[in-house]
């Protein structure tokens, strides 16, 4: 399958992962992989969606733009899949290489 | 000045211009409950949460503002739910206020708590749960500015107990929340718009509920005029075009008259308005307007594409975009296309014998109706055949006529919805058109209604069967019937009798419609039992799934198509 990464900004409040999931659930849109970072104070927070490229990726954005608590929504078509990748190989690595996860985080925010 | 969650909230639903509510309390939100006794606003108690939820949507679909209904936590709350999402897919702006067990037992499966947060994600705008009573002067505003806002919706706020009973030391107050100004409209747009519709030969309009939210009925009704276009409505879109206009071809899709669905395949430009190409409307997506250059107009940008990739998109206020568009518009003939529509609209006209030949048949009933009641009655539907009886038949005359629950189809609606009509239009006439199955799913109402005591009068077309499921299970399922006759037949007009409500069962057999009228000229709720034949259907029916082409119609004729 074909992917390609949405980035969200959001705010930042307890409900605002359920509402983005839930969004993906409910539209049986294909999720594969989140990933969150909040921002300065951390009022905000940046999110990075790993997500099927198909033609209802256009459809995908323009649902995410509705919910409330999400600011912004943009391809990054520009970064790679493989953060992920990298970011679980570091995770796989445990204690002994946590700095290649922190490099992923840090590429996406 | 101190002042706990409770006055907060009452508070500000007053400064919001709210004057009724709806809803049934429960521990959680006693405080609420509390501070409402000595506040302005009039609280409808209804005897299920569900009535409360469809009382807030007559009220909202008859005003077009935001209306509130009330429930506590748990089971109340779950109550609320099916009146949420069927505002959430009719597009119907509501607040929907619940009580959560206080915050220091959130996640401990403490009595009476749900994950209400939980619940409304899937089916709200938007929702809130609440942390503090400082956090009600944001939410609360807000919820209504989403509710109201661009494509309206429901907006569900979860306050915890302990945020109703807790104090502020409070400053100032918000100002009410109000609804967003919609993006605007390029000039160009609009220019390329109207020489779309020039060049075209064949022009539809397609109306959707979205024209009656923006209030974008007259003007879509001078476009047609303007441009000699045919201009056909979906169930949420049915009052928006007076009936006796000429180019106005009623409801399009599963249950729309042939004539409309076979104009529809001629057409070389679709002008979609406020519309969102459901599946009841289209038939098969991929077959629909086949040979048309699409046009949407919508408010919601995610709706456009969805279905349907058009040529071009205007996403804003369609009433400021048919004014922008009128505005330059020259008027156009098209007599060949207005000729060819007529001609259709003649052949393929709604088949019914006459009120003398058979006064309580389905069809005519429902068209005789208007001449029954005041031309701006507003008329509520259940879920079912007599819904679409009423959709092919009754001339709905003016917009907010008819309220009818078209995305979710949720049977239940039509009591509750009705009373809230009335509410919101005290004098006017309400009728609930209903069927002997969906009444049951709210009859509980009676008792609100006799309190109330509005002029509402229900009319059940009693066919003692859940009418729509007979007829999919006869032309579906090979007449298999199964659970769809009902072994016992209450005494309705007994029922509304034992809640305070005049009740009459009508007798076929000694001028109906006479006994109906009499009924209905009485001041006061009624509930009027009215027999229809048994195993009627509803035609013409586009098998789910087929393209618009494809009808069931006449039973000697099986499928007619062109
Ligand atoms: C809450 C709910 N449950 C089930 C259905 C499925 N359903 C659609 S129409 C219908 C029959 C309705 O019967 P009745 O109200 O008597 O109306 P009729 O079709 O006979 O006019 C049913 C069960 C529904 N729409 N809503």
Same mark, same amino acid.
Not at chain 1, 67 to 70: A, Q
Not at chain 2, 407 to 414: C, I, Q, T
């Given at each position: 399958m074909h992917t390609t990464l949405l980035e969200l900004e959001v705010r930042n409040h307890p409900g605002t992962m359920s509402h983005i999931t839930g969004l993906f659930a409910r539209r049986a849109f294909n999720l594969e992989a989140i990933l969150c970072v909040p921002l300065g104070t951390g009022a905000t927070s940046r999110i990075l969606l790993l997500v099927a490229d198909e033609p209802r990726l256009e459809q995908v954005e323009k649902q995410l733009a509705k919910?409330?608590?999400?600011l912004s929504v943009r391809q990054r078509a520009d970064l790679s899949p493989d953060l992920f990748r990298l970011l679980d190989d570091g995770w796989q690595a445990g204690a002994t290489k946590p700095a290649s996860a922190a490099t992923a985080a840090t590429a996406a925010g | 000045m101190t002042i706990n969650g409770a006055q907060i909230l009452t508070t500000l639903l007053e400064r919001q211009g709210i004057k009724i509510v709806a809803g049934l309390p429960g521990g959680p939100i006693l405080p609420f409950y509390d501070a409402l006794k000595s506040s302005s606003i009039e609280h409808v108690l209804v005897r299920h949460e569900q009535g409360a939820g469809f009382i807030a949507q007559g009220m909202a679909r008859t005003t077009g503002k935001a209306a509130v209904c009330l429930a506590s936590s748990g089971p109340g709350a779950t109550n609320l739910v099916t009146a949420v999402a069927d505002a959430y897919l009719d597009s119907i702006p509501m607040v929907a206020i619940t009580a959560q067990v206080p915050q220091s037992l959130i996640g401990t499966d403490a009595f009476q708590e749900v994950d209400t947060y939980g619940l409304m994600i899937p089916i709200t705008k938007h929702n809130f749960l609440v942390r503090s009573p400082a956090e009600l002067l944001e939410v609360i505003p807000l919820a209504f500015s989403i509710a109201e806002s661009g494509r309206q919706g429901p907006v569900s706020v979860d306050i915890p107990k302990d945020v109703l009973t807790g104090t502020l030391e409070l400053g100032e107050w918000p100002e009410p929340g109000r609804p967003e100004k919609a993006p605007a409209i390029a000039d160009d747009q609009i220019k390329e718009l109207a020489a779309l519709i020039t060049k075209a030969r064949h022009p539809i309009i397609y109306l959707g509920g979205g024209v009656i939210s923006a209030n974008a009925s007259a003007l879509a009704h001078e476009l047609t005029r303007r441009i000699q276009a045919p201009i056909v409505s979906t169930l949420m879109a049915l009052g928006a075009i007076p009936p006796d206009e000429p180019l106005y071809m009623g409801m399009l899709g599963m249950h729309g008259s042939k004539a409309t669905n076979f104009l529809l395949e001629e057409t070389d430009l679709l002008i979609a308005i406020g519309a969102r190409f459901d599946d009841r409307a289209t038939g098969k997506a991929a077959e629909f307007c086949p040979t048309a250059t699409i046009v949407h107009i919508d408010i919601d940008r995610a709706e456009i594409g969805k279905i349907k990739q058009p040529f071009l998109s205007l996403h804003g206020d369609a009433n400021e975009i048919l004014g922008k568009l009128l505005a330059t518009l020259p008027a156009q003939q098209r007599p060949d296309w207005v000729r060819r529509t007529l001609e259709l609209k003649a052949a393929h006209d709604l088949r019914m014998p006459s009120a003398a030949e058979d006064p309580l048949h389905p069809l005519g009933f429902c068209r005789t109706l208007a001449s029954l009641i005041p031309s701006d009655s507003i008329v509520t539907t259940d879920v079912g055949q007599h819904q679409m009886w009423i959709a092919q038949a009754y001339p709905v005359r003016h917009p907010r006529g008819l309220l009818t629950a078209g #995305?979710? #189809?949720?049977? #239940?609606?039509?009591l509750p919805a009705a009373i809230g009509a009335s509410l919101a239009a005290p004098g006017k006439r309400v009728v609930c058109i209903t069927g002997d199955g969906s009444i049951m799913m709210n009859i509980q109402e009676l008792a609100t209604l006799a309190e109330l005591d509005l002029p509402v009068a229900i009319i059940i077309m009693n066919n003692a069967h859940l009418g729509l499921v007979r007829q999919q299970q006869e032309l579906f399922y090979g007449q298999r019937y199964h659970a769809c006759k009902f072994a016992s037949k209450p005494d309705f007009a007994a029922i509304a009798r034992g809640f305070g409500i005049r009740g009459v069962r009508i007798d076929p057999n000694d001028d109906p419609l006479a006994q109906i009228q009499r009924e209905l000229a009485r001041p006061g709720p009624v509930l009027i039992d009215m027999p229809i034949v048994e195993g009627a259907k509803v035609l013409p029916m586009v098998p789910p799934g087929a393209a618009n082409r494809v009808m069931i119609c006449e039973p000697e004729k099986a499928e007619c198509s062109c």
């Open positions: 919910l409330h608590d999400v | #995305g979710l #189809g949720s049977m #239940g609606f039509g």
